[in-house]
């Protein structure tokens, strides 16, 4: 893909954003490799025509925990995607085994928390592909649960606070640990459509300093879904 081709992408609607110069783990990288791989990737977007990359997503999603990667990360971005779970919780607070009551990206005591707009959490298309070995059949039917499941907690809310985030890789038919088959994607956009989901980009997000909330950029619709 050339960059004439991402900025039609942009052009045509697509949310680009940031995922690193080359790829690495981000827990294995001194303080000035970190500079280049997450501020770098930034700056490279911007001198090829990106407008405003402001999410960075972290390789192997497994840096939420590391004080140093997230320092660097905040320097340069607004929201990471940065772990993984089945929803992400707007406000924070859904995570069973992970008691809060907002988005502070540190506790009281000063520690990183599980869930904040720099560990946002997705859930990975290709874990399912791996798991269940690209049996479409049971596959489709565990993105429908997932997608689904939203609805119980907007519902008793009130309000949308419940999105899933589904991670896809390669859409193709080669079967290996990063591929997606073409026929799923294409049932699982179409009972999206059918449906009648939502899709928006990530650069929808918004956080609110004084509330340590996030939330969706001019939200008024009943069911979301955010892709990356």
């Keep these: 893909m050339s960059w ?5 992408l942009q052009q045509d609607g697509q949310d680009i954003e940031s995922k690193g110069m080359t790829h690495r783990d981000l827990n294995q990288l001194a303080p000035k490799d970190l500079e280049f791989e997450v501020g770098g990737s930034k700056q490279c977007l911007e001198n090829h025509g990106i407008n405003f ?3 960075f997503a972290v390789v192997h999603g497994d840096a ?26 707007l406000r924070c607070d859904g995570y069973v085994d992970h008691k809060q009551t907002d988005c502070r990206t540190h506790d009281d005591s000063g520690k ?9 959490r997705e859930e990975s298309q290709n874990s399912l592909d791996q798991t269940y070995l690209h049996n479409d059949t049971v596959i489709f039917q565990k993105f429908k649960e997932q997608v689904n499941s939203q609805a119980a907690y907007n519902n008793r809310k009130g309000f949308v606070d419940a999105i899933p985030i589904v991670a896809y890789h390669s859409i193709d038919d080669s079967k290996g640990r990063s591929s997606t088959d073409v026929n ?45």
């Design 4 to 8: 004439n081709d991402i900025l039609q």
């Design 53 to 55: 990359p402001n999410i």
């Design 64 to 89: 939420w925990n590391n004080s140093t990667v997230m320092d660097i990360i905040s320097k340069y971005y607004g929201f990471a995607d940065n772990g993984f779970a089945d929803l992400i919780f």
């Design 112 to 120: 990183l928390t599980y869930a904040n707009r720099y560990s946002i």
């Design 184 to 228: 799923l994607f294409d049932s699982e956009m179409k009972y999206l459509h059918d449906n009648g989901f939502k899709v928006i980009p990530m650069s929808d997000l918004r956080y609110d300093q004084i509330t340590n909330y996030m939330y969706i950029r001019n939200n008024h619709l009943a069911t979301h879904l955010l892709p990356t």
